[in-house]
């Protein structure tokens, strides 16, 4: 097992995919992974046009060697579950390399349509 960790803060959201009918904005949660058994989420913040959650996730690095991208998805929140807003990768290579990361993540919808949005994220490996 393996003390190397990346930490991830997510700070705020623009320009979101509206995936509701009508004007009320989405009620967004972001959820991360290295590993697809361990994923992790913000909190839900609820019909904010522009969300902000000023959260800092921690994940573990399994092996860096095959798992080195961070994968990214915005979520909007229904009554019966939830559905993708948008999705973004992340390679890890030039983090753990020692290059900063403090950018807006853009976001593409389902088969890589355009911008679905964009999520400012900061990211170290420590």
């Known amino acids: 097992m393996t003390n190397r960790q990346i930490q991830i803060s997510i700070t705020e959201a623009r320009n979101l995919h509206n995936r509701r009918y009508g004007r009320v904005p989405n009620d967004t949660h972001i ?7 361990y994923k992790q989420r913000t909190t839900t913040v609820s019909t904010a ?16 060697e095959h798992h080195h991208c961070l994968h990214v998805h915005a979520y909007d929140k229904d009554i019966v579950g939830k559905q993708s807003v948008g999705s973004a990768k992340i390679d890890l290579k030039p983090i753990i390399a020692g ?7 853009h976001l593409h919808g389902p088969m890589h349509l355009p911008c679905c949005g964009e999520i400012h994220m900061v990211i170290r490996y420590i």
């Open 31 to 37: 959820e991360v992974y290295i590993d697809r058994h």
């Open 49 to 64: 046009e522009y969300p902000t959650w000023n959260e800092i996730i921690l994940l573990n690095l399994p092996d860096v």
């Open 99 to 105: 290059a900063k990361f403090d950018k807006w993540v």
